[in-house]
């Protein structure tokens, strides 16, 4: 059972926006920043938004995130075929002794 | 290059240790704090332990806790994880990550535990 939670799929086609939801409590998403990792199969986790709504260099910005809360948001529009992977949102958590909690991951298919 | 590269995942019995180890490059790897976070295979990202820049502050989570300790020595620019009395349940893919935004990961390293 993760601490953050996120919808276990989600798809759209070629050229759609899809957003994928994050929702967690106000120790971690409502007090500190939201992260977005894609994974693509058999790779590592990759930084994909961070501080909530910053992309790193690199990252198309087609990729965009949100917060409000204690939910966050990651909106994917022109959606391509490469952007078929999973998709994890993390934040700290302000709970003793922890310092990053995960969402369960949102697998997306690009149909 | 900023990189990580872990190493020491293998094929251990139940109640069995085994020691990960990351090596860092590219960056000043003693102004950064360090993260192991696990994959369990066919499931999600789960965070193991964080341990500060000098090592001074360490958290685990509570799967992992007195049983997995976290080190680093700054000097040989390297990051451990000693794990004891493991589990089935620990078999996973471990990967090390940098903790300014999880922004830079290993490659993994495969931890079986099996009999």
């Known amino acids: 059972q993760s601490v953050l939670t996120q919808p276990p799929s989600a798809s759209g086609t070629p050229g759609q926006r899809v957003t994928i939801s994050c929702s967690g409590s106000?120790?971690?998403?409502?007090?500190?920043?939201v992260y977005w990792y894609q994974q693509l199969p058999g790779t590592a986790p990759k930084l994909l938004i961070y501080?909530?709504?910053q992309r790193p260099s690199g990252v198309p910005d087609r990729f965009s995130g949100s917060k409000s809360g204690t939910s966050a948001s990651l909106a994917i529009s022109g959606l391509r075929s490469e952007d078929e992977a999973d998709y994890y949102c993390?934040?700290?958590?302000?709970?003793?002794?922890?310092?990053?909690?995960f969402g369960g991951g949102t697998k997306l298919t690009v149909l | 290059e900023v990189q990580l590269v872990e190493s020491g995942g293998g094929l251990v019995q139940p109640g069995g240790s085994l020691r990960l180890s990351c090596a860092a490059s590219?960056?000043?790897?003693?102004?950064?704090?360090m993260n192991w976070v696990r994959q369990a295979p066919g499931k999600g990202l789960e965070w193991v332990s964080y341990?500060?820049?000098?090592?001074?502050?360490?958290y685990y989570a509570d799967s992992v806790k007195g049983r997995f300790t976290i080190s680093r020595d700054n000097a040989k620019n390297s990051l451990y994880l000693q794990m004891n009395s493991l589990r089935a349940e620990d078999t996973a893919v471990y990967y090390c990550?940098?903790?300014?935004?999880?922004?830079?990961w290993g490659q993994g390293t495969l931890v079986t535990v099996s009999s």
């Open positions: 990550a940098r903790d300014d935004r999880m922004g830079v």
């Open positions: 590219g960056f000043t790897f003693s102004s950064y704090e």
């Open positions: 341990i500060s820049s000098s090592g001074s502050t360490i």
């Open positions: 106000s120790s971690n998403i409502g007090s500190n920043y």
């Open positions: 501080r909530n709504n």
């Open positions: 993390a934040a700290w958590d302000d709970s003793l002794s922890v310092r990053w909690v």
